[in-house]
């Protein structure tokens, strides 16, 4: 649930990227922040589990227009996708507004991107959320490397076995060069920005 501050004329909400061990959500905000200097607000926050990170920072979209007059500030998060750190990953969903659902291309982690987009879905139920509800987008991650050789699942694959059901926007992606990365982002900012301003409607 996003946070209104009046005093500041601001209204704080919170993006968290959301995937298996790996897929390339902390690629994602590294870019980001790389990319986007000027709409970064602070420093990126890492936090290290062993082998995995959790990491946010302040960001700052142009153009989205106002709330109820209100300047919009997003944080962005991304959770530990290893299997061990699912307390972890509940507890930075807690309040999310909006999620982009980073899924790995390579073949053999198929069943990881299902147990992972299982796992969001019991998760945002805890919190009263419904996954068909939240604004959702979806980024196929990894897909640059087919030029290695390296066996990828198709598009097609992809969109049968996470988004059948779901329906949600989806994008082909290679965060490491930065393919696909702000177009996920902006679709994801768009669909949360909606999804607000139905929710401060009664904020008069």
Not at 135 to 156: C, F, H, S
Not at 167 to 196: D, I, M, Q
């Amino acid at each position: 649930m996003a946070i209104f501050n009046l005093k500041k004329r601001e209204i704080e909400c919170k993006i968290v990227y959301y995937g298996p061990g790996r897929c390339g959500k902390t690629t994602n905000l590294e870019f980001i922040f790389k990319s986007y200097k000027k709409q970064v607000r602070g420093e990126m926050v890492s936090i290290n589990t062993e082998g995995d990170r959790t990491l946010f920072f302040d960001f700052l979209p142009m153009g989205l227009g106002k709330i109820r007059g209100c300047d919009v500030r997003v944080q962005l998060y991304t959770v530990p996708g290893q299997v061990k750190y699912s307390s972890t990953r509940k507890l930075v969903l807690r309040g999310v507004d909006g999620v982009v659902f980073v899924a790995d291309s390579l073949e053999v982690r198929r069943e990881k991107n299902m147990l992972s987009l299982k796992d969001l879905q019991n998760n945002l139920k805890e919190y009263g959320k419904s996954i068909f509800k939240v604004p959702l987008v979806m980024q196929y991650n990894k897909r640059d490397l087919a030029e290695q050789g390296i066996p990828l699942m198709p598009l097609e694959q992809m969109e049968k076995d996470l988004n059948r059901q779901l329906k949600v926007p989806s994008f082909p992606a290679s965060a490491v060069k930065g393919t696909g990365v702000g177009v996920t982002l902006k679709e994801c900012l768009k669909l949360t920005l909606k999804s607000l301003q139905k929710e401060f409607k009664w904020a008069k």
